[in-house]
């Protein structure tokens, strides 16, 4: 299974693997000083995160989000009223930051 694209040689693009995305994140965030492990995973929550604070509509947070379950979508909008916004961005600051 592959998630993104790789353009590590310019001739041509390869796909990047879960895991290899994941190292990514990883070294992103030891970069970024962040103190807890970082994953794709995290990163997916940051995203839902980011579109509920963006005020998307919780129907099509759900949609892009693929949860079949609006209670799941749901869950994420409740968790941000308990949650300082500042950490929250934290994570999306590393990828908009050139190496």
């Known amino acids: 299974n592959y998630i993104f694209i790789s353009f ?9 693997t879960s895991d290899a995305f994941n190292r990514i994140v990883q070294v992103r965030a030891r970069k970024a ?15 839902i995160s980011h579109l509920l604070m963006a005020q998307v509509s919780i129907t099509d947070v759900q949609m892009l989000a693929r949860h079949t379950d609006p209670k799941t979508t749901m869950g994420y909008a409740q968790l941000l009223r308990k949650t300082d916004k500042k950490h929250i961005s934290k994570l999306f600051d590393l990828f908009e930051k050139q190496e």
């Not at 590590?8 to 990047?16: A, H, I, K």
């Not at 000083?33 to 995203?47: E, Q």
């Open 33 to 47: 000083f962040l103190n807890r492990d970082v994953s794709a995973h995290i990163l997916r929550h940051t995203g």
């Open 8 to 16: 590590s040689n310019r001739s041509f693009c390869e796909p990047l």
